[in-house]
């Protein structure tokens, strides 16, 4: 897609205040070490202090509710100042002996980036005095003082790309994935399914959806239990095509597509009607195969379920908090469907921000999403906005990570004809009984349970889908 340049004025601006309150971004770090937890048997490593690393574990477990491999150089305040080559050094020693991983990635944190390590150069030193250190092992520099997620997912997806492809004779059918973070495992599952039934063999990279799917090992394995696998990474330069899904992964398939002559093409968002014909036009046009028809019904059904739901989303004002890349998917099929972008807060800068028609959408966090969803028929946000929702009275649906109050976040799918389907009937229901339901406060009030009932002055009306009726209480 390309923007013109009239609309770049209408970037998302910075929030005018000095700190953040309520956080809804996650850092750089994070999103380096989930790309790298999409690699067949990796461990990341964090080069900082153990709490930051204790944090990311925590944050990623409750999410999947998998076990998650992850380690530490485990800095202290004397190797802070005198430089963390020698913990490093220890830590990749440890890992090999205990793990045996087949590959490790290492991502800087602000500590060390503060510190100024040579961290490149300090690996250099240490594989050539550790032959035995023969797995790849790939650095990347992600300050958490800079940028959000899924620019360290970017970052992450591109060092291994750029440390570890090369050019290789090219396989004919072979298609290249670089999913961006927004897209779960399920989402991975169901685009490769997608692309095997135009007769193609893809490649995914990073590959979530054989290490985060949730499935039992038959045995304990230290290290991811699935992903993309080393030989798998040999072999992406031999690819026909690249797909790159979201714009974070831009610099990722520029990469690729310099150093093998891979050509690449970006989707921008695959939730969607219109954006999932171009994905499946897109597939026709590399493989000579016209459409297989369940793909056709399933876009019929589709259709249907537009007409069944636009009833409940037209006019309805949405607020969406999230990283990028999923806020511009959300958001623009909110649009598709006759829905307002009322409120749209980001984490990080993006190209795809100037594609947003919301007025005001800014870089902030969840007290400024609050504050410019009032009034909004829905909140959309990971699971740290269900207080904001509650405070607003509005529907909530949780998207994005983390989502640590729901079970199946890694197996949602709203990617391609029947996963946007899905999330049609999962938004329009919620539409449809906030129609009919009081919330809190309307029982509080007594307020009978006619979504159009009336009250006197300084009851709270109803939240039903009667564009009048908006939530005010007189104080």
Not at 96 to 119: M, N, Q, W
Not at 403 to 409: E, Y
Request: proline letters at 6%; a negative charge.
């Amino acid at each position: 897609m390309t923007v013109p340049a009239a609309i770049h004025e209408r970037a998302a601006r910075p929030a005018s205040k000095a700190c953040t309150v309520n956080p809804l971004k996650m850092s750089q770090p994070l999103g380096a070490a989930l790309a790298f937890l999409g690699v067949a048997g990796s461990m990341p490593v964090f080069h900082g202090s153990q709490g930051c690393t204790a944090f990311g574990l925590v944050l990623f477990v409750r999410h999947f509710r998998e076990s998650i491999p992850l380690q530490t150089t485990a800095m202290n305040e004397v190797t802070t100042i005198l430089g963390g080559g020698e913990n490093i050094e220890k830590a990749l020693l440890n890992i090999h002996k205990r793990a045996k991983p087949a590959f490790i990635g290492i991502a800087s944190t602000g500590l060390t980036e503060t510190k100024g390590d040579d961290v490149a150069g300090d690996l250099r030193a240490i594989k050539g005095a550790h032959p035995e250190l023969d797995m790849p092992i790939v650095y990347v520099s992600t300050p958490d003082y800079q940028g959000a997620f899924q620019d360290g997912w970017a970052k992450a997806v591109t060092a291994i790309i750029d440390s570890l492809v090369a050019p290789v004779a090219t396989i004919k059918g072979q298609v290249t994935i670089l999913p961006g973070c927004h897209v779960t495992p399920g989402d991975i599952a169901a685009l490769r399914a997608i692309v095997v039934d135009f007769g193609l063999s893809p490649l995914v990279l990073p590959d979530l959806s054989g290490s985060l799917d949730g499935h039992v090992p038959v045995d304990f394995s230290p290290t991811s239990l699935g992903g993309t696998t080393s030989a798998d990474i040999a072999r992406i330069g031999a690819s026909e095509a690249a797909i790159a899904i979201g714009e974070q992964m831009r610099p990722a398939a520029r990469v690729l597509a310099e150093k093998t002559g891979v050509p690449t093409r970006i989707f921008d968002r695959l939730t969607g009607l219109a954006a999932t014909d171009d994905f499946l036009a897109y597939l026709s046009a590399l493989s000579g195969r016209p459409v297989p028809d369940k793909y056709r019904r399933e876009r019929s059904q589709l259709v249907d379920a537009m007409l069944d739901a636009h009833f409940f989303f037209g006019g309805k004002r949405v607020a969406i908090g999230a990283e990028p890349d999923l806020l511009w998917a959300l958001g623009a099929w909110c649009k598709d469907m006759g829905s307002e972008l009322a409120a749209a807060v980001t984490t990080t800068e993006s190209p795809v921000l100037a594609w947003l028609a919301a007025e005001g959408a800014c870089l902030g966090d969840l007290e400024d999403l609050e504050a410019r969803a009032f009034g909004c028929d829905l909140l959309i946000t990971h699971s740290h906005g269900r207080q904001a929702a509650q405070r607003l009275g509005i529907p909530f649906l949780r998207m994005g990570l983390p989502i640590f109050d729901r079970l199946g976040a890694a197996h949602r799918v709203i990617v391609g004809y029947k996963g946007t389907r899905d999330l049609v009937f999962e938004v329009g229901n919620i539409f449809l009984a906030h129609g009919h339901e009081l919330r809190p406060a309307d029982a509080d009030s007594g307020i009978a349970q006619d979504p159009c009932h009336k009250p006197a002055m300084g009851d709270v009306t109803c939240a039903g889908s009667c564009r009048s009726h908006h939530s005010i209480r007189e104080t």
